[in-house]
């Protein structure tokens, strides 16, 4: 049934750092007819991501900022429920960057792939197979190189990418050094997602443990976070380390930008190397690296967590809790549609 | 005829940040007779590199620091003038890690390369057929993949590696942006190195200058300083950027490390690198690089400075100065010797 009300959450004003619940607003609007070429989609899933900072700050960033009175940019993964594009079909399972809203008309431009593998939850094209996944798999693989026996320390070593990051590392042959916040996090680490050691930054003996942890060097440093965690890694690092600049989570603002340890001469001395990874730079591998990561979820290699809130009314508020540290694993919002079965 | 006594400048005690005249003392030491398998080398020249302060810190570098008491670590050119070693005959021009002393004994293996092009002034093995030139060459080229067309920015552009980026970056097709000190430094960048613009970084404009000569952002930047120039230019890097941490000339102590405006946002929006280069890391290819420096000095298409000190006396104090900026160019201490003919 072609639904008539489409609820979206826009962006109402500015952020400066961390959008709160305040910057959003839940409004609705009428769903156009389709024209040629178009596909309307239901968003069965929100995803909820610490990128999503940038996309809302005037700052310089990768992409333009969302506009103010615009549906907030999100990826989602939903179903196709009408179609008047001769590559997608009625019931077609898709991710794109289809907004925090019910439903999406797109030329196609928006969607990312079609979501193929029909034995998994739709959820994961989000997470594990999504964004979260691509982002471990192809930043750790083509900035980190790995070689066995490397020692591979990760910062938000619980959360979304770097749950992900440690278990394709230990499935690489490296050693995985965990970082993460509180002891409930630590044992998630441990237990769920295989590191072979993990450590509280919050504990007040956090810079020994570290270096204990790491008596050969850090080989490859997963780095989501900026400050402190990396302020602490930087002086263990080995002679030819990657450090891989992924997320900047610990940073409430960048502007002005914050002041740390200078970088440079732990880069000369170890001849080391710290590069910023983009996904945007790997599109044309997407579906190269889901089939990947698929195969290893379906194999019991590669764990994932989820914490699904429902209902579109969380989104506003949903990205101020990542900075907070309160999720682990994948956030994301579940829609509740009247017509829907998930 | 063989030497009976020899000069040499010893670590008298150990510097905290930069090593001053006090730091060391000119002693006279007798000269052992030839073993088999020796060679002794008469120091022409003597090099006064930045990385010296390294090698006489006791923080973690890329080398054991030189012990008190030992001579000074230094690069030198010289001549064979006895030898009992297979591969080295007497007249034999050398280069190596000699030390600041008037004589060197051998067993070869601080012989860095046999000098071969005869045509050529012997100081240039410290120089731009040196360590100087085959820095600038091979951090240039492997960290910075340049591509014609690319917006380079250098810093000491007036420097021994930083002139020779500048004129390598232009045979490469680059566009080139040299950063140095002073309105005379300028000027040699612009009429002697070739530079397409040169920015005096202690003038009052310096950002907007900077920000002015780089519209289309910085490619590369080959930084042989760290601190302010650093911090002016990362907000300019282009997407994809290749930053070449070479040296840290501008910051006088490590220990503490000093703060600045934390990178990991301008390498993460841009997907940029930051690398250390350590020409250790290339020693194989030493004759190659050299090989083809020599082309292109003898072609007028690679220009040097040298700045010559004569006597061995003018040692101690001489790598303060160039933390100072007092050199332009390659900065040699001449030998004087009785039995010398340069």
Known sequence: M???QNRRVILKSRPLGIPEAEHFELVSAAVPALRAGELLVRNDFLSIDPAMRGWVNAAANYANPVAIGEVMRAFTAGVVIASRHPRYAEGDRVMGLLGWQEYAITDGSAVRRKVTEADLPLSLALGI???NGVTAYLAFTEIGEPRPGDTVVVSTAAGAVGSAVGQIARIAGCRTVGITGGPQKVRCCLDEFGFDTAIDYKSADFEQ???AACPQG?????DNTAGAVSDAVLPHIARGARIIVCGTASVASWDPPPVGPRVERHLLV???RMQGFLGLD???RLDEVVARLAAWVR????RYREEILDGIEQ???SIAGLYRGENTGKRLIRMRHADSTC
């Not at 194999?299 to 590669?302: E, S, Y």
């Open 2 to 4: 072609y639904p008539t």
């Open 270 to 272: 170890k001849a080391a």
């Open 129 to 131: 197979l999504g964004l």
């Open 209 to 211: 443990v570290l270096a």
């Open 299 to 302: 194999a019991g290699q590669l």
């Open 315 to 317: 989104a506003p508020a």
């Open 218 to 222: 850090v080989n490859i440093y997963f």
């Open 282 to 284: 790997y599109e044309h």
